[in-house]
């Protein structure tokens, strides 16, 4: 994996390990310390999936791109958060990736859902084309807001993992809104109007029942992305405390995020570091081998994970959560409450029982903002970020 750790932006190798220090480590809700667990911490990131730049896939739109280098990077960012959600919710937390081990099918299965061809639920070609509902023509880069409207839109076809994904825009996420959601017998708007096609599902290698079982549970595992702006052109230090706070929460699945037109999934956090997975690396598309089984090595990130400072961050980030039963839901917003306790830490959203009265209609949360005044107020705090996307117009 030399080539692997070549990055887009500092075209330099990364090979750094952990710093010595007594500072605890978190990776996506764990704690770990380098002195006794750097065997745990390593194989934690390591099993989480890592999807990079691609080359030699089939052309996007059966004549578009066949490889996502100098523009995919978000997208494959969305890839990697949202393959965390799919992980938690078929896999669990705890489960590893161990090189050489045999898999079980929902590994697979969870992995051929984000493969680069047309008919994955969760491919490049599906966020890329999806994506021009959004305002965006295939290979032209996006923010973190845009590619979490385009994963909720097609999970909405994802009838295996039957999620409830909520967007809170606004600053503002809405107890009400949510649990609506999530205690619906129904799918997802959009997958009622165009179903996934069986034959697609078995293509797929998904449990054809599991989405009808999972339609009439009480509670729908609920993906929450909240797009948020920490400042205009960096990030407002009053919000670093409540930033780390995310990263030690179970429910986390990290941030999408990084610098101006440079895009990583960020997994946790070490002292005043982020630590990271970074998709700027070009590897060929992955085909199935003789055996019909999908090589899965190139997915797994098996040299340290890169770090960088935390006021380095671009203020323009989305955070997800995931909670898998009610419960995890409950749990999730009484610690967003301790959260505002916590002194010297800023909230970065707030969180109501109900939609506040200044929002004009109930579907305002979850609509992109409108183009035009988004260009314009792009072009009022003339910012480096294609898509900082301004959230309280």
Known sequence: LFL?????????????????????????GRKYSVFTEKEEILLDVTSRLWFTYRKNFPAIGGTGPTSDTGWGCMLRCGQMIFAQALVCRHLGRDWRWIKGKRQMDNYFNVLNAFVDKKDSYYSIHQIAQMGVGEGKSIGQWYGPNTVAQVLKKLAAFDTWSSLAVHIAMDNTVVMEEIRRLCQ???????AAACPAVESDILYNGYPE????????SLWKPLVLLI???LGLTEINEAYIETLKHCFMMPQSLGVIGGKPNSAHYFIGYVGEELIYLDPHTTQPAVELNDSGCLPDESFHCQHPPCRMS??????SIAVGFFCNTEEDFNNWCQQIRQLSLVRGALPMFELVERQPSHFSNPDVLNLTPDSSDADRLERFFDSEDEDFEILSL
């Open 184 to 190: 619906s017998n129904f799918p997802c708007a959009g």
């Open 310 to 315: 935390i006021a380095e961050l671009d203020p």
């Open 4 to 28: 692997a750790t070549l990055t887009y932006d500092t075209l330099r190798f990364e090979y750094e390990d952990f710093p010595e220090t007594k500072e605890p480590v978190w990776i996506l």
């Open 209 to 216: 029942e599991a989405g009808v079982r999972d339609r009439l």
């Open 227 to 229: 797009p948020l702006r």
